[in-house]
């Protein structure tokens, strides 16, 4: 069970992350469990500047913007 | 003021910022289908192959700049279809409207899609690492400057604000990056260009970088970093090492029509609204009274210009067409620009999610050295565009 963390304030595109990794989790056959970060104070301590961040199994994978569906299964195989 | 005031109003409280409203409307699934179209076509010729999306951006180009010679005798054109009075105020109003619109959509179009491919270069993470332990004056510099290509959007407004100052930028240089941000954007230069020509959007460019870098350096200068919030004192995080993206001129060109698909697409029937409520001034609004009113001569004018700006909130879009129009009508340059500035930079609903990470005296310090800073460009501009 892969632990993926969508760091966000809870925007419009958080939300699309969100959906996003649970998309290409369900597509490639991986459980996961999506967990939302929404505390601004927890966010900051993952050292990110924008986000949509990610956080696959604990380490920061991205921030800024929605995710690449490539590079999202490419985490999430890994 | 008061006239037009209540209708810049209207249109600012429908405009949102941050793809968080989104516009259905045929424009929108205009952009969408052409897209669509785009990433189908790149499947199958295969992103591998960069000369050809090159050769398609080439070629959209081309077209792009065949309707914009177009734009001339296709408003003429249009107008004499319709059954108005040749030199009557319906007419002049209906034919700012034709010409203007198409005008200003395909210039922020292109505007938006080469600043979407430029800022695919940078990223706020990016920025933070360049900005780290610069020392201010240069930082406040660099700050401005990267402050118009780094992508941000204001919902990370926060996240970017604790990311900056606890990876040890100093406060005074993020505030420089902050303001420069929102004030110095593509839409709002690209309108200026589009509609008051390139004089006016450069001094409006080298202003705002003004305004942004001396505003953050008295903001540093104050050492006001014990009016944080304690919590975002607290927060000690070493900046995120995210593994390395590998970006193709393919991708670019895709974050450039992201880019106008997300910023054309929200802020077109804004503009729309703006150009209508500037064409109505064009052809009907009392040239006298707006000039004594907004003109030169009236000094308070620009104060009084970035008071009425701060509670409304909006990107450029809506204001430039009627900044246009009012300047058309005798308004003075520096104080339409004071109150655009004021509007765009010192927004009540930024300084509430401010508010998050700063003490109320902070953002009382902000607002009074940005505001001043407005203040002095909106005199310049009045003297320097006599």
């Known amino acids: 069970m892969k632990n993926v963390k969508v760091l966000g304030p809870g925007c419009k595109r958080c939300e699309a992350t969100a959906q996003m990794v649970r998309d290409a989790a369900a597509k490639l056959g991986v459980p996961v469990e999506v967990e939302k970060v929404t505390d601004y104070s927890a966010i900051a301590g993952y050292g990110i500047a924008s986000t949509p961040g990610i956080v696959v199994d604990g380490k920061v994978v991205h921030a800024g913007g929605l995710p690449k569906a490539e590079d999202l299964s490419r985490w999430l195989a890994a | ?386």
């Open chain 2, 1 to 386: 003021m008061a006239v037009s005031g209540r209708r810049w109003l209207l249109i600012h409280i429908m405009a949102r910022n941050c793809g968080g409203c989104v516009n259905s409307g045929w424009f929108l699934a205009f952009l969408q289908g052409s897209s669509m179209g785009a990433t189908a076509m790149g499947m199958q010729v295969g992103r591998e192959r960069p000369a050809v999306w090159l050769g398609a951006a080439a070629a959209a180009l081309a077209f792009w700049a065949f309707l914009y010679s177009q734009l001339v005798p296709f408003s003429e054109w249009a107008v004499g279809l319709l059954p108005l009075e040749q030199g009557g105020q319906a007419r002049e109003a209906v034919k700012f409207f034709i010409y203007d619109t198409p005008k200003v959509l395909l210039l922020l179009t292109l505007v938006v899609f080469v600043m979407g491919v430029i800022r695919s270069f940078f990223s706020p993470e990016r920025t933070r690492a360049l900005l780290t332990g610069r020392r201010e004056g240069v930082g406040n510099v660099a700050a401005a400057g990267l402050g118009i290509v780094t992508p941000f959007c204001s919902c990370s407004a926060v996240p970017l604000f604790i990311g900056f100052v606890s990876a040890g930028v100093p406060l005074g240089v993020t505030f420089s990056f902050l303001i420069a941000a929102p004030m110095v954007n593509e839409v709002a230069l690209g309108l200026l260009f589009a509609l008051l020509g390139w004089k006016v959007a450069l001094t409006y460019l080298s202003f705002g970088l003004g305004v942004a870098i001396m505003a953050g350096w008295v903001i540093g200068r104050l050492n006001l970093e014990p009016w944080l919030e304690e919590w975002v004192r607290n927060v000690r995080a070493s900046a995120a090492a995210l593994p390395d993206k590998t970006i193709t001129i393919v991708d670019r060109i895709e974050a450039g029509l992201e880019a106008v698909k997300d910023i054309v697409g929200r802020v077109w029937l804004w503009i729309i609204a703006g150009i209508a409520a500037g064409a109505f001034i064009h052809g009907y609004a009392p040239a006298d009274l707006l000039a004594s009113v907004m003109g030169r001569d009236a000094w308070w004018s620009v104060p009084a210009a970035v008071l009425i700006g701060i509670p409304m909130y909006s990107n450029a879009a809506g204001i430039i067409p009627v900044v246009e129009a009012l300047i058309g009508k005798g308004a003075a340059l520096g104080t339409v620009l004071a109150f655009m500035m004021s509007v765009i930079a010192l927004s009540l609903p930024e300084m509430i999610i401010l508010r998050k990470v700063l003490s109320l005296r902070l953002i009382a310090v902000f607002a009074a050295v940005v505001g001043s800073g407005i203040l002095a460009v909106g005199f310049l501009f009045n003297l320097l565009f006599a």
